[in-house]
């Protein structure tokens, strides 16, 4: 029974209890203010980085160059190519990358939920066993006699019976499994958003190559166009050299430049099955021969102008600027994790079971037995190791949001890039029409007169030949125009919203059903409806 002396005793046994959480709340990073402004969490609470971001467009004078910003979900259709929306959709459905992708969204989803579950009693088990004990003579009769003395009967050989329950529970005193939860549901977004940025660059990759296929296609017409024509020149100087009024030098030239032109076409199938390879790979599907299934069409036909909003409002939708943001997110999370292992963690444990010696007996009330009480284990004179890994985690966040800052700086370069791209490879278009114009009129003018002999066999084959490169030129300008607001969408982001909304790409309302044959979807991450909240700063 306490006596009167005995609570003196109590109020300093009190008071140094206190003054130790205090101390142990001072000797790590987190002050006390701070670790119950935080929620009882130690470590500190994210906030997202600020990162620099133009103000306006470079080109935001030209009229082409609309700061309105519209639906870029399924932004492929605006070439209005049947065959174009065809492969977008078979890609998303069979694509192997996304599909990875998609299974990495499933694993994170998972281990968010491995973390909450630690929130809860971390160990729980039931437990039985059966064991026969044989003691040795000298032991059993020393027990003998000990149990004669004590009127205990005693034995050599027995059983023991034993089953119960045992749980073992630590406590989220310091935020441990709290951050934990938060680093992997910031992980989880960062999965969703590599998903989405595999996305995008799908869609994008599809579409360039569908233009690089277009492009080398009228690039091998425009080959086969001048092979005819210089083989119609062919006719006329053979006429003229067997009429004797030129030599055979220029039958020679005349053949050496077909020569050429038809060298040129192998090269550009070459390129043209690469690309067809490419397109397989992107459908998830071996290389084929692909020529039945896209059929002929011109080069798609971009509009002339492009509504890209303005850069802090486009460039959050960027996916790989979101994964690089709740990167960084989670890496917050991970200093808080580090700093509770300056303190005690404390658990409670306890078991609940029965015992006995007879199985019978296993089930009665007497043989009950259990235990309950905390508990703690304290990492002491840990020589720094500690204090430095809450330091590498500081680092590792600190590099996650300088990587996050050149992400948005990258995303605002892509974009510059394709706009540039766009405007002036119109106007490269303009241009290198008239000079093809103008190459046929002087090759068509210069045959006349080569058959009036005003002018000799040399001026004829340059003339060709610049025809020849002029045309391949323009070919290439128009499929730049395409390809320029290709990257133009790519850098803004666009084409990942689509999954949100259940419709296919390339379909017109969610009723539309792909092509029978086509492989399931891949795993899809959880439909978030808007990206997480990002602070932009413009640059100064």
């Known amino acids: 029974m306490p006596t009167p002396s005995d609570a003196p005793r109590a109020k300093r046994r009190f008071d ?22 935080n929620g009882f969490k130690v470590g500190p609470n994210y906030c997202p980085p600020g990162a620099p971001v133009a103000q306006s467009w470079i080109d935001a004078a030209d009229k082409r160059v609309r700061t309105e910003s519209d639906d870029l979900s399924q932004w492929w259709r605006i070439f209005s190519d049947p065959v174009l929306d065809g492969l977008v959709r078979d ?121 690089q296929y277009r492009t080398l296609e009228q690039q091998i017409a425009y080959a086969n166009y001048n092979v005819d024509l210089q083989r119609q020149t062919l006719t006329i100087v053979e006429a003229r050299f067997r009429a004797g009024t030129t030599g055979q030098l220029d039958v020679h030239q005349s053949r050496s430049t077909i020569a050429q032109t038809e060298a040129a076409i192998p090269e550009l199938e070459i390129s043209l099955r690469q690309t067809a390879n490419r397109l397989c790979i992107l459908l998830g599907m071996p290389p084929q021969a692909l020529q039945a299934r896209l059929g002929a069409a011109p080069i798609p036909t971009a509009p002339p102008d492009v509504a890209v909003g303005i850069p802090a409002d486009l460039l959050l939708r960027r996916p790989d600027v979101r994964r690089a943001e709740r990167t960084a997110a989670a890496q917050s999370a991970q200093i808080g994790i580090a700093e509770a292992d300056f303190y005690p963690a404390i658990s409670i444990v306890g078991t609940i079971g029965y015992s006995a010696q007879e199985f019978p007996n296993l089930f009665r009330q007497a043989a009950f037995d259990g235990t309950i009480g905390p508990s703690f284990n304290w990492k002491i004179l840990n020589y720094g190791r500690i204090l430095n890994n809450v330091r590498e985690q500081q680092a590792r966040f600190q590099e996650l949001v300088t990587a996050y800052q050149q992400t948005v700086l990258n995303a605002n370069r892509e974009a510059e890039d394709g706009l540039v791209t766009f405007l002036r490879a119109q106007t490269r278009t303009r241009f290198q029409s008239e000079s093809v114009d103008r190459a046929q009129k002087a090759v068509t003018l210069g045959l006349v007169q080569y058959q009036a002999g005003t002018v000799d066999f040399t001026r004829i084959t340059q003339l060709e030949q610049n025809l020849v490169l002029q045309q391949n030129t323009l070919a290439q300008a128009r499929g730049e125009i395409a390809q320029g607001l290709i990257q133009i969408y790519r850098a803004l982001g666009g084409g990942w919203e689509f999954r949100l909304a259940g419709v296919e790409p390339g379909q017109s309302s969610p009723t539309a059903t792909g092509p029978s044959d086509a492989a399931p979807p891949p795993p899809a991450p959880p439909a978030q409806t808007s990206p997480t909240p990002i602070i932009m700063k413009p640059a100064q």
């Open 91 to 211: 890609a998303y459905q069979q694509n192997l990358t996304l599909r990875e992708a998609g299974f990495r969204v499933l694993a994170a989803r998972a281990q968010l939920g491995v973390a909450i579950g630690n929130l809860f009693p971390q160990s729980q088990y039931a437990y039985g066993n059966y064991s026969r004990t044989t003691l040795s003579t000298e032991t059993a009769n020393n027990i003998v006699t000990l149990g004669q003395a004590l009127g205990v009967p005693a034995k050599r050989n027995y059983s023991q019976w034993d089953y119960g329950f045992a749980l073992g529970w630590e406590l989220d005193f310091w935020g441990r499994f709290r951050r934990a939860v938060e680093a992997n549901e910031a992980t989880l977004g960062a999965s969703i958003a590599d998903y989405d940025d595999i996305l995008v660059t799908l869609l994008g990759d599809v579409a360039n190559n569908y233009v």
């Open 16 to 37: 140094g209890h206190l003054c130790l959480l205090i101390a142990l709340l001072a000797c790590g990073c987190t002050g006390p203010s701070e670790y119950i402004h």
